[in-house]
Nanobody, 125 residues
Framework: QLQLVESGGGLVQPGGSLRLSCAASGFTLDYYAIGWFRQAPGKEREGVSCISSSGGSTNYADSVKGRFTISRDNAKKTVYLQKNILKAEDTAIYYC??????????????????WGQGTQVTVSS
């Protein structure tokens, strides 16, 4: 059965860094685009970043460009989101999601089929 499990969340000071991991099981990651999304209380789910199945292309929300970096290791069946220079507005539950696709990726949440349970990130002084 397809599963995605996020980890690496926690409490961090503004300006600090975290690396989130998304571990996949039950399927071959090679043919899936992976996206990272976040949802803060009272707000709509927001696309953060995505990476194509090959790792050859990525997309980022304007709010995180230059601060976040997505990467993947298909051999380890893991996708990472390195988050630097964190801001209070980055506080949210972060989800990874998978989409069976070969080609450029999208950060539109409705295009993804499989979702993890989320990991909480809190940025606070």
């Amino acid at each position: 059965q397809l599963q995605l499990v996020e980890s690496g969340g926690g409490l961090v000071q503004p300006g600090g860094s975290l690396r989130l991991s998304c571990a996949a099981s039950g399927f071959t990651l090679d043919y899936y685009a992976i996206g990272w999304f976040r949802q803060a209380p009272g707000k709509e789910r927001e696309g953060v970043s995505c990476i194509s199945s090959s790792g050859g292309s990525t997309n980022y929300a304007d709010s995180v460009k230059g601060r976040f970096t997505i990467s993947r290791d298909n051999a380890k069946k893991t996708v990472y989101l390195q988050k630097n220079i964190l801001k209070a507005e980055d506080t949210a539950i972060y989800y990874c999601a998978a989409r069976p696709r070969v080609g450029p990726c999208t950060i539109l949440a409705g295009q993804y089929n499989y979702w993890g349970q989320g990991t909480q990130v809190t940025v606070s002084s």
